[in-house]
């Protein structure tokens, strides 16, 4: 990925599923933090981001060790900046997180974010 490459910003996350197969920049909340451990004993975490329009379950893999590190950091409440892979698992639309870090504070995020 190149500094200059951009990713369209998800208005609300409730809108994920109109970007299928799509690589996104979402804004959110943490409402829900876990890490678990793939049955290879590879770390993984699951969370659950959410907006003023909703949430939505998301997925760190461990292949990442860099973004597993950072999410070791996440609170719940904490305000993040997400680059993502919209998918569908399960019949349910879910973010596959390739990239996360915390909101700065003076950044500006648009209606219907954090």
């Known amino acids: 990925m190149s500094a200059q490459e951009t990713f369209e910003q998800l208005p609300e996350l409730s809108r994920a599923g109109e970007h299928l197969g799509q690589r996104v920049t979402a804004f959110g909340w943490v409402q829900e933090l876990r890490e678990g451990s793939t049955k290879d004993g590879r770390p993984y975490f699951d969370l659950r981001l959410a907006d003023v329009g909703g949430a939505i379950a998301c997925k760190i893999w461990g292949d990442n060790m860099r973004l597993i590190e950072n999410a070791r950091g996440l609170e719940r409440g904490m305000a993040v900046k997400a680059l993502a892979d919209v998918r569908e698992y ?16 003076d950044e500006e995020i648009g209606r219907g974010h954090v």
């Not at 639309?93 to 700065?104: C, D, F, N, P, S």
Request: proline share 0%.
């Open 90 to 105: 399960r019949g349910a639309v879910q973010l596959t997180i390739a990239g996360l870090r915390e909101v700065e504070q």
